[in-house]
T-cell receptor, first 114, second 116 residues
Framework: AQSVAQPEDQVNVAEGNPLTVKCTYS??????LFWYVQYPNRGLQFLLK??????LVKGSYGFEAEFNKSQTSFHLKKPSALVSDSALYFC????????????FGRGTSLIVHP | NAGVMQNPRHLVRRRGQEARLRCSPM?????VYWYRQLPEEGLKFMVY????????ESGMPKERFSAEFPKEGPSILRIQQVVRGDSAAYFC??????????????FGPGTRLTVL
């Protein structure tokens, strides 16, 4: 079985400061990991994914995420937050060779204060 | 290249009516997924379809809900005899192929269903 946890319902950060949105996962084998962002009244937009290779993945809008196998984590990061980054962020996992349906976390609301 | 299209964007139905939600995948994509999003509950998988085939409907309620993806035209999610608990945002996503399970899903803007 595959599962994903986003331990924080909300993250608050000041504009210009670095941000981290946490995600941990559980799969039996190797994971495929995804981050999506959702703006109000919009669909989810793909940010980045980890399939294999370099543990640090760079994505859209200056976001990056680091795959840590020993900690089963895939935290989303950005060096300098913008007010426009305020949105709902979803982590998703799919097990390699397993179900084609990803499991999504409950989402973390990121609020960037001016 | 147009993204995933969903219509209507907003749908209001009275209890007992039918709701029909449409999804046109991205050009070149042959796999469609439907999800339901409720406040505080995140995104829940409902059904996965390919053209003319339902691949996985493990997340779909057994009654009142059905989905299809015909050879021609959009995918349809149909909810019969709607109840207030069906009020939610319904999202469609598409992907090009199954591949090795690495394909990214691309989401539409959603249909927000309100049942009065």
């Amino acid at each position: 079985a595959q599962s994903v946890a986003q331990p924080e319902d909300q993250v608050n950060v000041a504009e210009g400061n670095p941000l981290t949105v946490k995600c941990t996962y559980s799969v039996s084998g190797n994971p495929y990991l995804f981050w999506y962002v959702q703006y109000p009244n919009r669909g989810l937009q793909f940010l980045l994914k980890y399939i294999t290779g370099d543990n640090l993945v760079k994505g859209s809008y200056g976001f990056e995420a680091e795959f840590n196998k020993s900690q089963t984590s895939f935290h989303l990061k950005k060096p300098s937050a913008l007010v426009s980054d305020s949105a709902l962020y979803f982590c998703a996992v799919r097990e390699a060779g397993g179900s084609y349906i990803p499991t999504f976390g409950r989402g973390t609301s990121l609020i960037v204060h001016p | 290249n147009a993204g995933v299209m969903q219509n209507p964007r907003h749908l209001v139905r009275r209890r007992g009516q039918e709701a029909r939600l449409r999804c046109s995948p991205m050009k070149g994509h042959s796999h469609v997924y439907w999800y339901r999003q409720l406040p505080e509950e995140g995104l829940k998988f409902m059904v996965y379809l390919q053209k003319e085939n339902i691949i996985d409907e493990s997340g779909m309620p057994k009654e009142r809900f059905s989905a299809e993806f015909p050879k021609e035209g959009p995918s349809i999610l149909r909810i019969q005899q709607v109840v207030r608990g069906d009020s939610a945002a319904y999202f469609c996503a598409s992907s090009p192929t199954q591949g090795a399970g690495t394909d990214t899903q691309y989401f539409g803007p959603g249909t927000r269903l309100t049942v009065l």
